[in-house]
């Protein structure tokens, strides 16, 4: 996956990498790209007069940064010289100071490991949500028990047959690219999924608007084979193309569902066993402000795998760099 120059890794509160570090090493490594390694400290109430240990808060405040410091350098420094690396403790709101990193160093993906909230076994704290909400780069939330090579890998792709935007194809580029580089590099099981339904069918056998089933199964069948010719052209264009024998590898399991994403994509998730999905988190919806889509939303909060989300090209973060 040689597409990522400059990696923001960000360390768990007990200072620990584990797998998802492993992972931004090596993928740092196959990019030769730029890996920068942070953490999160929690900044001290400023109390003032006040002093534990016979020192003032500022001053402890500076110790622990300096201890934080030399704790993330002795993590790293089993690494040598075959990185580009540096390690950096950030102060404040966690997601905030994490995405005006991005903004400043122009961070092009950001790999941590995923909150574990507990409540209704929801995977993502909601620190992570308002990460994969507004930081304007590719987020990758890696599960805390995940070990070890994906064996699975899911990439969800969205468009509407009806309306060509050619934000839709960019960001389902982006993501079936970023879901084939890493199935190859990982060996992994290749699923497609896209999930239809035929607008106004329902309507279509009300008492309001009702419609002969004849004439309902010809319109279903004509938006089926609309979605099904679109999402073939985007597997031919993009997961196809390259070798034959990596063609012949990979052969994806496709696939097209009709339903509701929201139900859908955790059903297909959970019954495949899937380890990582690959999604767009913001929705077509073209609001201002709409920072995530509800199903996307829904969707997040009901898997348990690990999730590498994107964002269309030109999409803007309501976080500001501080002045």
Known sequence: MKRFKNILFVVDSELKGGDAFE?????????????????????????????IQGMSLPEL????????????ETMVSSMGKKLQLKTKVLTRVAFL???????SQKIDLVIKTADEEGFMDKLFGS????????????????KPSRKGQYRKIMAAVDFDPFEDKS???VINKQILE??????????????????????GESSMRSGFVHQPEAYIKGYVDRVHAKHQYLLDKLVSEI?????QEVTDYLKPKIHLIKGFARDMIPELVKEQQIDLMIMGTLGRTGIPGFLMGNTAETVLNRINCSVLAVKPEGFVTPVKLEG
Request: proline share 3%; aromatic share 6%.
């Open 127 to 142: 620190s992570d949500m308002h990460m994969l909400r507004k930081c304007p780069c590719p987020v990758w939330l890696i």
């Open 61 to 72: 405040q500076d110790a622990i940064m300096d201890k934080s410091q030399l704790q993330l």
């Open 167 to 169: 934000e839709d194809y």
């Open 178 to 199: 970023m879901s084939k580089a890493l199935a190859l590099s990982d060996f992994s099981e290749l699923h497609i999924i896209h999930v239809w339904h035929a607008y």
């Open 239 to 243: 997961v196809d193309k390259g070798a």
């Open 23 to 51: 992972r931004a090493v090596m993928l740092a490594e196959n990019n030769q790209a730029q890996l920068t390694v942070v953490s999160i400290l929690e900044e001290l109430p400023k109390w003032s007069g006040e002093e």
């Open 97 to 103: 100071a994490i995405i005006r990193e991005v903004l």
